[in-house]
């Protein structure tokens, strides 16, 4: 099974979303990039997002910067696999 770095499923509850806005992180940010988005109830609440970088940690986020997206659990898994 995929593992976050903090040992989290990355298949379950998860999903991705696309940066529409990097305002006041555009050295953090891509702008129209594809991000994992992990589940974190706790920031929703706060109405931010936490998203995995290209070096695999996670980071709170505005979530207004981000619209999720719904990709196919096969497509899923292959961006997923470790290299």
Do not use: M
């Given at each position: 099974m995929l593992r976050s770095r903090r040992g989290e499923s990355l298949m379950s509850g998860n999903c991705f979303a696309v940066c529409s806005d990097n305002e006041g992180y555009?050295?953090?940010?891509?702008?129209?990039?594809?991000?994992?988005?992990?589940t974190d109830p706790s920031?929703?609440?706060l109405e931010l997002v936490r998203v995995v970088d290209e070096s695999g940690e996670d980071y709170l986020?505005?979530?207004s910067f981000f619209e999720p997206i719904e990709i196919s659990e096969p497509l899923q898994k292959k961006l997923l696999r470790a290299d």
């Open positions: 555009e050295s953090s940010l891509e702008l129209r990039k594809l991000y994992l988005r992990l920031a929703e609440r986020f505005p979530a």
